[in-house]
Structure formats: C-alpha cells, structure tokens
C-alpha cells in the first residue's frame, strides 16, 4: 500500500541535502480549472497574432530570468549548470517555433474543388492539462504549453512535484504576461495528475512520464473519447555502432547519452549494441570517454555529472549495480561529494547477451548493458527485444547500412552518426510502440492542440 501523499511538502536539494527549499502546498483543484474555463471563453476569441503577441511578452519575462531559472533546476533537481543553462535556453527557443507552426497549421485553408464555397479552420478546444517531468522541468512541458495557448487553449501546467519550485518560478513568469486564467499552476503529486487529466472541463491532456502511469491515464480517458491525449513514455534507447564506424566518436556519443542529466532521460543511450568484429577497441575507447563525466556539485560550472534527482532513484540505482553479470565498469554510489551529502553515482556498464537484463523498465540512471552482433539481422533483433520506439542511433560510415539498418527499426528518431540524446526542437519528438501514442511533441505539437472545422455555405437567391 502505497503511503498517503503530503498535502505540504518540502524538497532537499539532491546535490547537497542539507539545503531544503521553501515548502509547497497542494492546489485547490476546482478554483484552478475554474478560473481557466473562465479565461478560455475570452482567450480563444483573440486573434492568433495577439496571443503571439502575448507570448511573445512571455517569452521576454523568461529570458530575464534565465540565470535564476538555470540555478534552480541545478539546485531542485541535480542536473548540472551548464545541462540548466542549455534547458531554459531550449526553452527560449521554442518560442519561435512555435509561433512559425501556429502560423501554418491554424491559418484558415479555402477549399475550392468542392460543390459549395469552403474553408476549413482550426479552434482551440478547450482547457488543456500539462503534466511536465522532473528531468526537463520547463522544457518539455514548454513546448506543449506554448502550442496548446498559441491555439486558443488555457492551459493548466502541473510541475512534477521533485522539481515543483521550479515549475512555480516558471508558472509564475508566463502568468505576468498572460490574462487572468490562462496559464494556471496546479501543484500535488500522482493523485493530483490524475485528477486533473480526467477532469471533464479539461479537454486534452500531455503527460511525460512512465509507461505505467500513461497505460492507466489512457484506459481511464477511453470514456471520454473526444479528449486529446498525447502521451510521451520514455525509452530504452540503442546506439548501434557497425564495423566501419568512427570508433572515437561512437565512444563519445555513447558516454554523452548515456550521462547527460546523469541518465535521466527518456532518448538516453541505455543499450549500446557493438559488432563484433569492433567490440574491444570500442570498449577500451568508451571507459576512456566514460572518464569525463565525474560526480560534483550541480551548481558548479565545472561538474559534468550531476547527483540523481531523488532518493527512490538512488536507491534503484543501487540495486541494480548490485545486479550480478560481468561489469565493464562497476557503478558506485558516493553519499557524499564535494563536502556535501547528496545521490551521487558514477557511471556502470554491464556486458550482456540478455537484452533485458533489468526488464523492461527505463532505468533513468547511468547504467546501460553493451551487446554484440554481427548481422543487420541480428542488430535489428537486438534492438526489438524490447517494447520502447523512441530513438536509435547507428554509426556507421555506410549509407546502405544505415539505410537497410533504419528502415526496419521501429523508432520515432533516426539518427546517424548522433547521440540518441540529439533531439532540437527544429524537429518533431515522438515514440513509437510503448513509448507513445502518435502525438509526438517538438515540432509541430500544435496539431494536437486543436479541433478541425469544415465550413462551407450558399448563397441562396433573394
């Protein structure tokens, strides 16, 4: 039995669990989703160009507050500085996007081939519920926010609640440039999402987060079939280096994807698969990139890997390095670093012919299994073994290998030659399989964030 979520609650930082943060207190449901109806009724009938106008201001608000914003995700949930810095500049960046994707998809099209004068246009729905992670604290939920209110929504964004101060800071500075209502912060932990989500006035629905948590939310909403749910699960991601790869920067990108935020990433590079005919000089060229990310405070503009996010992830972390198989490298778990107490891990790499030594779960940590092949065929089998189809990544410097590699995987990001974790919002971001439902984030999010109309009329003679 699970044990009773905390009205009020108050985060340490994991980099130093000494410092805690103000405490937070649940939101009053009702009044949040009331205010936003309210606000919906006027925001979705200005014009696209004033609500980008609006956001723009919004966009403005933010970008004078980039250093506070970076230094509290490094304070609230662990992710390095530099990482920080580089996720609200993300998130300034969407802005833009944004607005070019609203101009295109909403704009009213004229239909002329069909028996009656026509136009079809796009209305926003209604309220729509953001439900936004820990790892990416602003920038995942952003790109959906921005989309859903570029479309005549208001918009209900519910922080997750290990990095709620951020989500507050954030919330806080979109509303001082938005009407009453329309950006509306909702903070509480799983009980709180989920009510949010199945709340009738609200119309659609983004969650970030586990497979689990979707599979419900997805089953719970079928009643309501004409609410919009885009769903983001994670993954289990393979870096796929073929023979004739670039060994040195195969290496690179393997320890880079699977370190960034210290693994706590849904595209993070958790299974590495090696051909054969490479695996050892690729393993000694991997432990020595392996060697750039050392453990240190979040804060420090030197620290390449940070502490994980909470306590419950430090203590998976430890059961599974406790896992026993033949390790490459052997995590180890550092409860204190740089004078501080916090969930510092170092990175582990465990050699396998099982291709889900840990199951089939993401492990949001810096551990991944290495694997060998030496076909296409059995790459391509490997990398299936598990249910995720979210990014892959193949080395090669082959054409015809990373075609006939590429076409035959089941992920909704290709990539050659890159990190898994190489994901700009010039792009869309989506999974395939378990880790999503079609409604990819990223580039063009708006599509599902509105409701189609077909209009069409005659003239009839006086």
């Not at 595209?267 to 393993?283: D, K, Y």
Request: net charge negative; charged share 20%.
């Amino acid at each position: 039995m699970n044990p009773p979520e905390p009205h009020t609650w108050q985060n340490a930082s994991p980099g130093d669990l000494d410092t805690l943060l103000e405490p937070v207190t649940t939101t009053d449901l009702e009044a949040a989703v009331g205010r936003s109806v309210k606000a919906f009724a006027q925001w979705r009938g200005t014009s696209l160009e004033e609500r980008i106008v609006a956001l723009t201001a919004c966009r403005e608000k933010l970008k004078g507050s980039e250093d506070e914003l970076a230094r509290l995700i490094a304070l609230e949930m662990g992710k390095p500085l530099t990482e920080a810095r580089l996720e609200v500049a993300a998130v300034l960046g969407k802005f833009d996007f944004a607005f070019a994707d609203a101009r295109e998809v909403i704009a009213d099209r004229a239909v002329t081939d069909g028996p009656h004068p026509a136009l079809i246009r796009h209305r926003g729905r209604g309220p729509a519920a953001v439900i936004a992670p820990f790892n990416f604290p602003i920038h995942l939920g952003h790109g959906a926010a921005v989309a859903y209110l570029l479309a005549g929504n208001t918009v209900l964004f519910k922080p997750s609640p290990v990095t709620a101060h951020v989500g507050a800071i954030y919330a806080a500075l979109m509303q001082e440039a938005l009407p009453e209502g329309v950006f509306e912060l909702v903070q509480g932990w799983g009980s709180m999402g989920r009510a949010l989500c199945v709340h009738p006035a609200v119309r659609s629905v983004c969650f970030t987060g586990s497979v689990p948590v979707g599979t419900a939310l997805a089953k719970e909403l079928a009643g309501d079939y004409s609410k919009s749910l885009a769903l983001e699960l994670g993954g289990r991601n393979a870096l796929i280096v073929w023979e004739d790869a670039d060994l040195a920067e195969a290496a690179k990108a393997a320890a880079d994807g699977l370190c960034l935020t210290t693994g706590q990433r849904c595209n993070a590079s958790t299974r590495i698969l090696v051909h054969s005919a490479i695996e050892e000089p690729f393993q000694e060229l991997l432990l020595e990139s392996l060697k750039r990310y050392q453990p240190g405070c979040p804060l420090d503009l030197n620290t390449t890997l940070g502490p994980l996010a909470t306590q419950a992830a430090y203590e998976r972390y430890k059961k599974l390095i406790g896992t026993s198989g033949d390790w490459l490298l052997a995590g180890e778990v550092l409860p204190e670093c740089c004078g501080h107490r916090g969930y510092f891990v170092r990175p582990a790499i465990l050699k396998t012919e099982s291709p889900t030594p840990f199951g089939v779960e993401e492990v949001f940590a810096p551990i991944a299994t290495l694997e060998s092949f030496r076909t296409v065929e059995e790459a391509v089998a490997l990398q299936g073994t598990t249910p995720y189809g979210l990014t892959a990544s193949i080395f090669t410097a082959s054409e015809e290998i990373f075609r006939r590699l590429g076409e035959q995987l089941d992920v909704g990001n290709l990539y050659q030659n890159l990190p898994t974790t190489f994901s700009p919002s010039a792009l869309p971001f989506g999974g395939l399989r378990n880790s999503g439902n079609g409604k990819p984030g990223g580039r063009g999010f708006i599509r599902f964030a509105v409701d189609e109309q077909s209009v069409q009329w005659r003239k009839l003679s006086a």
